[in-house]
T-cell receptor, first 116, second 110 residues
Framework: DAGITQSPRHKVTETGTPVTLRCHQTENHRYMYWYRQDPGHGLRLIHYSYGVKDTDKGEVSDGYSVSRSKTEDFLLTLESATSSQTSVYFC???????????????FGPGTRLTVL | EDQVTQSPEALRLQEGESSSLNCSYTVSGLRGLFWYRQDPGKGPEFLFTLYSAGEEKEKERLKATLTKKESFLHITAPKPEDSATYLCAVQAPGNTPLVFGKGTRLSVIA
């Protein structure tokens, strides 16, 4: 158990509303990630963080923003939700070894988001 | 661009019928190749990391191998509880994010 929780676990919202998803870890790992998983696309990286206030974009970052004010929390915000953002969102933490060379990722339980 | 292709997309096996899943990759300087198992409605569960060609790792009925262009996940005498989607991912040098394949959905029938 990598000590990762996500909240909420399920959410239904309407188009145009802002939505924030929370990822919390208990182990103080430096790297955290947000992915979305859709049928036919697999896991796609949205944003990631390599430290407090240090974030970078992933493959599908448009329409999403992130914040990390504490090591343990990584927030994903959909600024104005659209139906195309209906998906399952996974948070992951990266456990490094050999310095920072290898980054094994461990995933949270996911948040199922439906945008009507 | 780094790419990962998994085959087959779906595989149906009888209990005890051994087989292999394939993960082909193109990456500029492989840093690590990762295998995950994902059950329906859950997050991916880490299985193995492979770092260099020729390396092998085992866990129960699973054995992962790595060459310079692909990795295989061999499943020996599978049981119904091995049914899941198996994901492969690669990492290029420099702490770059993982690139995932679309997965192989394995069903093991009793």
């Amino acid at each position: 158990d990598a000590g990762i929780t996500q909240s909420p676990r399920h959410k239904v919202t309407e188009t145009g509303t802002p939505v924030t998803l929370r990822c919390h870890q208990t182990e103080n790992h430096r790297y955290m990630y947000w992915y979305r998983q859709d049928p036919g696309h697999g896991l796609r990286l949205i944003h990631y963080s390599y430290g407090v206030k240090d974030t970078d974009k992933g493959e599908v970052s448009d329409g999403y923003s992130v914040s990390r004010s504490k090591t343990e929390d990584f927030l994903l915000t959909l600024e104005s939700a659209t139906s195309s953002q209906t998906s399952v969102y996974f948070c992951a933490i990266g456990k490094t070894s050999g310095g920072s060379s290898y980054n094994e990722q461990f995933f949270g339980p996911g948040t199922r988001l439906t945008v009507l | 661009e780094d790419q990962v292709t998994q085959s087959p997309e779906a595989l149906r096996l009888q209990e005890g019928e051994s087989s292999s899943l394939n993960c082909s990759y193109t990456v500029s300087g492989l840093r690590g190749l990762f295998w995950y198992r994902q059950d329906p409605g859950k997050g991916p569960e880490f299985l193995f990391t492979l770092y260099s060609a020729g390396e092998e790792k085992e866990k129960e009925r699973l054995k992962a191998t790595l060459t310079k262009k692909e990795s295989f996940l061999h499943i020996t005498a599978p049981k119904p509880e091995d049914s899941a989607t198996y994901l492969c991912a690669v990492q290029a040098p420099g702490n770059t994010p993982l690139v995932f394949g679309k997965g192989t959905r394995l069903s093991v029938i009793a």
